[in-house]
């Protein structure tokens, strides 16, 4: 309709036409800097993943010579056709997501790679497709976002080299010129990595715990591109990612939770809060082991079962030290709406005064109000800081080479000393009367590699294996190390140790060899 000029207000602006306008190559600039940390961009790539049906991903540092050259996300997914990965890397692309999808914006794949990476290519498969592959550079989209096309046959070869994992279908994720990766200097990629898979680990293992717990296989892997059996490469670390619940508690801290509440939120209808109140001083991973307390008091959002919100009270009240036990899981509605909203990012949600009014006005179904649960919640912490405890003796912390399970129970029940390096663990030629070996200075227990088998049953083991054999070594030694001078009284006792060790492999080995009856 025709503008025609007046002194009413206009409603509606009037327009005479419309033009399209792409975006400007200077846009990827933006695209690359939206502040993703690093482990929420990799678990921005598992979304997409479980989006795919995969039930086993890994996570894949390679490195060589020390340097860390490339980060790679396997999965055993739908996979996609030379279409579906043309339409994955166009940026902008929104595809119509499923009501359960973890997707949503259509810009994850692209922004939280190319925020860490100079080069993302993605190769993959389906039952029906070969393998394809695509790469999108900085200088690509600089390049009017130009998009390059990989050799199918190197496609075809990296597809085959993960064929443990993918077998008909799947897809690769390679991250090439991570920039906090040019930044380790040489001889410290084993430090930076041990800290990042730390990291990783943990918020991997809080964000997807509720996949996790129904049998998704997560786990993060370090292999070394230039060693091994004729230069092959070889794995030095494997760790399974394990859930870590925040509401995992084996006895809640009051009696009577968790309980359900539901707030009246305008423009949302009803929504349920499910209260959690933790036992007080609990060392249990989920509560120690995820954060600051402070920080993980509040709110957990969950959109379609992965944690998109871990703590915080979203502007309803702030943070007090009596209130660390108070935890509270809500889950965002599938369809979209104008009271809760998600970042990019998926690791913080928007509420508006309507949800906050809600909170105010919730009950449970006997009409307690709420904020019962925060008064709760505070006795408990004040009970449980009047009682008396035994106060266990520091330990130096395990490292490298202890199944990741058994790590986390030793830090769940022992203290740590503080400034210690962990205490790593590994296999190597020792004489044939020594089991173990120490070396105290850099805080590592030496397995001898001759009785490996015998530990492994006969199979490959990996970098932690033999978890009963080392978490029983780690209980008998822990004290040896951090010493000043060496004592000779426990120099005999690291003696008769290794008899006794030696004694039981023989043993092992003739029960084998000996034919059932």
Same mark, same amino acid.
Request: glycine letters at 10%.
């Given at each position: 309709?025709?503008?025609?000029?007046?002194?009413?207000?206009?409603?509606?602006?009037?327009?005479?036409?419309?033009?399209?306008?792409?975006?400007?190559?200077?846009?990827?600039?933006?695209?690359?800097? $939206?502040?993703?940390?690093?482990?929420?961009?990799?678990?921005?790539?598992?979304?997409?993943?479980?989006?795919?049906?995969?039930?086993?991903?890994?996570?894949?540092?390679?490195?060589?010579?020390?340097?860390?050259?490339?980060?790679?996300?396997?999965?055993?997914?739908?996979?996609?056709?030379?279409?579906?990965?043309?339409?994955?890397?166009?940026?902008?692309?929104?595809?119509?997501?499923?009501?359960?999808?973890?997707?949503?914006?259509?810009?994850?794949?692209?922004?939280?790679?190319?925020?860490?990476?100079?080069?993302?290519?993605?190769?993959?498969?389906?039952?029906?497709?070969?393998?394809?592959?695509?790469?999108?550079?900085?200088?690509?989209?600089?390049?009017?976002?130009?998009?390059?096309?990989?050799?199918?046959?190197?496609?075809?070869?990296?597809?085959?080299?993960?064929?443990?994992?993918?077998?008909?279908?799947?897809?690769?994720?390679?991250w090439d010129g991570v920039r906090a990766f040019e930044t380790v200097a040489r001889g410290q990629s084993d430090q930076f990595l041990s800290k990042a898979i730390a990291r990783l680990e943990t918020h991997l293992g809080l964000y997807l715990h509720r996949y996790l717990q129904r049998g998704l296989q997560l786990d993060i892997a370090v292999w070394d591109v230039?060693?091994?059996?004729?230069?092959?490469?070889?794995?030095?670390?494997?760790?399974?990612?394990?859930?870590?619940?925040?509401?995992?508690?084996?006895?809640?801290?009051?009696?009577?939770?968790?309980?359900?509440?539901?707030?009246?939120?305008?423009?949302?209808?009803?929504?349920?809060?499910?209260?959690?109140?933790?036992?007080?001083?609990?060392?249990?991973?989920?509560?120690? $082991?995820?954060?600051?307390?402070?920080?993980? $008091?509040?709110?957990?959002?969950?959109?379609?079962?992965?944690?998109?919100?871990?703590?915080?009270?979203?502007?309803?009240?702030?943070?007090?030290?009596?209130?660390?036990?108070?935890?509270?899981?809500?889950?965002?509605?599938?369809?979209?709406?104008?009271?809760?909203?998600?970042?990019?990012?998926?690791?913080?949600?928007?509420?508006?005064?309507?949800?906050?009014?809600?909170?105010?006005?919730?009950?449970?179904?006997?009409?307690?109000?709420?904020?019962?649960?925060?008064?709760?919640?505070?006795?408990?912490?004040?009970?449980?800081?009047?009682?008396?405890?035994?106060?266990?003796?520091?330990?130096?912390?395990?490292?490298?080479?202890?199944?990741?399970?058994?790590?986390?129970?030793?830090?769940?029940?022992?203290?740590?000393?503080?400034?210690?390096?962990?205490?790593?663990?590994?296999?190597?030629?020792?004489?044939?009367? $020594?089991?173990?070996?120490?070396?105290?200075?850099?805080?590592?227990?030496?397995?001898?590699?001759?009785?490996?088998?015998?530990?492994?049953?006969?199979?490959?083991?990996?970098?932690?294996?033999?978890?009963?054999?080392?978490?029983?070594?780690?209980?008998?030694?822990?004290?040896?190390?951090?010493?000043?001078?060496?004592?000779?009284?426990?120099?005999?006792?690291?003696?008769?140790?290794?008899?006794?060790?030696?004694?039981?492999?023989?043993?092992?080995?003739?029960?084998?060899?000996?034919?059932?009856?």
């Open positions: 309709m025709p503008y025609e000029p007046g002194t009413n207000w206009q409603y509606d602006v009037p327009t005479t036409g419309s033009t399209h306008l792409p975006p400007d190559a200077g846009y990827g600039r933006a695209l690359t800097n $939206q502040g993703y940390g690093f482990e929420v961009a990799v678990a921005d790539l598992i979304d997409n993943s479980i989006d795919a049906e995969a039930d086993k991903i890994v996570v894949h540092f390679l490195r060589d010579a020390g340097r860390i050259l490339t980060l790679l996300v396997i999965d055993n997914g739908k996979g996609m056709d030379e279409t579906g990965l043309e339409a994955a890397m166009t940026v902008g692309h929104r595809r119509n997501y499923g009501e359960n999808a973890l997707g949503m914006y259509g810009t994850g794949l692209k922004a939280a790679s190319l925020s860490h990476a100079s080069s993302l290519t993605v190769a993959s498969r389906t039952r029906r497709s070969r393998a394809a592959g695509r790469r999108l550079t900085a200088e690509g989209i600089a390049d009017s976002f130009r998009c390059d096309t990989v050799d199918p046959r190197y496609a075809q070869d990296l597809v085959d080299r993960y064929d443990g994992i993918i077998e008909w279908q799947g897809t690769i994720v390679r230039g060693s091994g059996e004729q230069g092959l490469g070889e794995e030095v670390d494997h760790i399974a990612v394990e859930a870590l619940d925040p509401f995992g508690y084996k006895v809640p801290g009051k009696a009577g939770y968790p309980k359900t509440f539901t707030a009246p939120v305008q423009g949302l209808g009803d929504l349920r809060l499910t209260a959690h109140i933790w036992q007080a001083k609990s060392k249990q991973a989920g509560f120690r $082991q995820i954060g600051s307390l402070a920080e993980r $008091q509040g709110f957990y959002f969950y959109r379609n079962d992965r944690l998109v919100q871990a703590g915080g009270w979203n502007g309803w009240r702030n943070p007090e030290g009596h209130h660390v036990l108070a935890r509270v899981a809500v889950d965002l509605p599938s369809r979209e709406n104008n009271v809760l909203s998600l970042d990019v990012k998926k690791e913080r949600v928007t509420v508006t005064p309507a949800f906050t009014d809600g909170l105010d006005r919730a009950t449970d179904p006997r009409g307690n109000q709420f904020r019962t649960f925060l008064a709760d919640a505070e006795t408990a912490y004040r009970d449980g800081s009047r009682r008396n405890e035994i106060v266990r003796k520091p330990v130096t912390p395990p490292g490298k080479g202890l199944d990741p399970r058994v790590k986390r129970i030793i830090k769940e029940e022992l203290p740590e000393k503080p400034g210690e390096e962990p205490i790593t663990f590994t296999w190597a030629a020792l004489p044939a009367d $020594q089991f173990f070996g120490l070396d105290r200075e850099d805080n590592t227990v030496i397995l001898n590699k001759a009785y490996r088998d015998d530990f492994n049953d006969g199979r490959r083991g990996g970098a932690n294996d033999a978890p009963v054999t080392k978490t029983l070594l780690y209980l008998l030694l822990e004290d040896c190390f951090g010493l000043g001078r060496w004592e000779r009284s426990r120099q005999d006792r690291l003696d008769y140790w290794n008899a006794i060790l030696l004694s039981s492999v023989e043993a092992l080995r003739m029960r084998r060899e000996q034919p059932l009856r």
